[in-house]
């Protein structure tokens, strides 16, 4: 909820005549799809088809390994990081999610729990526990998809 102040502010940036601007729902929807958030997102930014139906969200992209220099610190989910445990690093979905993660060059699969934030930089999407890496036969980086599950 805005206060008052806001609102005059915001008016006073976007003047509300038919000539100019988008209207809000568009407005709103363009940024969804500049986020990459699905345009029929619930809060946590789950797909959803109606108020009952949760589909699992589904990323491809670059992933890494962290292991040894880690292990034992503490993770964002407050655990410390066991580099033998099925975790990830993700920097979006919610701590906890349960998530498939599939080597896109050789099938393999793994669930992990997402337990940490991350990565930050070059351009990965997850960042995997050794444990999950090598189930996964990750060395370095490799393409994944990441699905998330109920």
Not at 27 to 48: E, Q
Request: charged fraction near 15%; hydrophobic fraction near 40%.
């Amino acid at each position: 909820m805005m206060s008052e102040s806001n609102q005059r502010l915001l008016k006073a940036r976007l003047p509300h005549s038919k000539a100019s601007g988008f209207p809000h729902f568009l407005l709103i929807g363009a940024l969804a799809l500049a986020c990459g958030l699905p345009t029929n997102a619930d809060a946590k930014g789950r797909c959803v088809t109606d108020p009952g139906t949760v589909l699992a969200a589904k990323q491809i992209g670059k992933a890494s390994w962290y292991g040894p220099g880690f292990h034992g610190k503490k993770t964002a989910s407050g655990a410390p990081f066991n580099q033998n445990q099925l975790t990830a690093a993700h920097q979006r979905l919610p701590l906890g999610t349960k998530a498939r993660v599939t080597n896109l060059s050789n099938g393999k699969a793994v669930e992990v729990t997402i337990n940490d934030r991350g990565p930050y930089g070059g351009g990965r999407i997850i960042d995997l526990s050794y444990a999950a890496a090598r189930r996964l036969a990750i060395n370095g980086v490799g393409r994944v998809s990441i699905e998330t599950l109920p």
